[in-house]
Each structure stands twice: as C-alpha cells, then as structure tokens.
C-alpha cells in the first residue's frame, strides 16, 4: 500500500505555509517602513543642526542686525561663502528657508537680491524676534541682547555679543 498525503493535510501545510509568510512580509514592511521615518526624521534634525550652529557663527559675529516680517538681515564675519565682512539673510518664500549672501556690505541691509539666495530647506514655521532689555520686539535694528527664531516648533535663542 502506498503511503499519499490526504487532500486535507496537504490544504493545511499550505495555508500555514501561507500565514507565515504573510507574517513575514508584514514584519518586513514594517521594518522598512520605520526605517524610512527615521531617515527622514534624521536628516530634518541634521538639516536643523547645521542651521543652528551656522546662524550661531553669525549672529555672534553680526556687527548690525535687522529684524522685519519675520526675516533677519545682517552684517557680519561669519559668511558661508565669502571671507571678510559679508551682508547676510535668512527669509521664508513658499515654506522653504533661503539664504542669501552678498560679499559687500554696501547699500541697505535689507536690499537683497531673492533670486540669488540658496535653498536652505523646507519649513513649516519661521519666526524671528529680538529682546533687548526685557522686551520683545519683531521689529528690530542694531544689536540687540538676544535673538529669538521659532522654527518647526523649536525655540533657538541667540545671545548677541555687543
């Protein structure tokens, strides 16, 4: 007599087989799918990291700052790309942050040129704000004791050096 698997054992191993596969493709498309937001999530605090320390350099080596409409205007040492005393600024247009340089600090501080500012990266919120002598001014000019910037719900404060 032949030994056979019967129709219901053969329908059984295979809908098990089935479940753990199933099991394992679910495990994996969630690991996958958390290393994503985490990447994302890593790069965003890298992006803000890198902002923080760079308006660091140059708010502390502002010799002028201007604050208006949530944008801030300076000049300053602490240039990303020309060495020397610069005229720097950090605006919002689309939800993306820009910066713009310029080599010569002539004219007005706030006379920029959008069109040759860089993409920093995408915001959702950008405010600024100085506070001098226990108040809070959205509108500022000179060099106040500390700057404020809310950005993507994080509080940087800046203490200027006079």
């Known amino acids: 007599m032949k030994r056979a698997f019967t129709l219901v054992e053969v329908l059984l191993v295979v809908s098990l087989v089935g479940l753990l596969f199933g099991v394992v493709i679910f495990s994996f498309y969630r690991a996958t799918d ?3 937001t985490l990447l994302t999530s890593s790069e965003l605090l890298k992006q803000e990291a890198i902002l923080y320390w760079e308006l660091e350099r140059k708010i502390l080596g502002a010799k002028q700052i201007h604050i208006e409409n949530d944008r ?5 040492t602490g240039g990303n790309y020309y060495s020397g005393v610069v005229k720097s600024a950090y605006f919002v ?3 993306k942050l820009y910066y713009y340089e310029f080599p010569y600090p002539y004219l007005s501080i706030d006379d920029i040129d959008e069109d040759a500012a860089h993409e920093v990266m995408s915001v959702e919120n950008f405010s600024v704000s100085a506070y001098n002598r226990d ?3 959205k509108t500022y000019t000179g060099l106040p004791d500390f700057v404020e910037i809310r950005l993507n719900g ?3 404060v800046y203490k200027v050096i006079k």
Request: aromatic share 12%.
């Open 93 to 95: 247009k689309d939800k």
């Open 154 to 156: 994080r509080r940087l």
């Open 135 to 137: 108040s809070r001014y």
């Open 72 to 76: 801030i205007y300076m000049i300053t």
């Open 34 to 36: 958390s290393s994503v």
